[in-house]
């Protein structure tokens, strides 16, 4: 027999070995990286296991306050309509009837003075004239 033939037929072509490793390369690419990611989970849930988060809280009640409501502000106020309103005589005023905003109509009293210097000169005078008739 010729030694040569039967080695030829042994032989393994390239293009055979080629596709045979490229197979088995493949399952064993995909066999590792399913290993590799059951390693990855199991290694997160280890880590996890037994881990409880506590927060502390402190409850308290709430209670009314006695402190006033303050309010700071700067800029101007302009009026729609402005009206001046002036007194006919001079004095110390004694009641103010409205509010800066609030709607008056004529006639309505706004403010009151204190008369009683006024009052003292008026009843002088009707002593005068009574005097000066009698």
């Not at 030829?8 to 990611?37: F, H, Y």
């Not at 709430?62 to 309103?85: E, F, H, K």
Request: charged share 20%.
């Amino acid at each position: 027999m010729n030694h040569s033939k039967l080695l030829n037929e042994l032989r393994i072509e390239q293009d055979q070995r080629a596709n045979d490793c490229r197979g088995k390369g493949r399952w064993m690419a995909i066999v590792v990286s399913i290993a590799v990611i059951h390693l990855m989970v199991a290694v997160v849930w280890w880590r996890t296991q037994g881990v409880i988060l506590v927060q502390r809280v402190t409850a308290i009640s709430s209670r009314s306050s006695a402190a006033t409501p303050l309010l700071q502000g700067t800029g101007y106020v302009i009026a729609r309509r402005q009206a001046t309103v002036s007194a006919q005589v001079s004095g110390v005023l004694v009641q103010l009837l409205i509010e800066e905003g609030d709607t008056v109509k004529a006639g309505q009293v706004i403010a009151r003075f204190d008369d009683s210097a006024l009052r003292t000169e008026f009843n002088t005078a009707v002593v005068s004239v009574e005097a000066a008739a009698a």
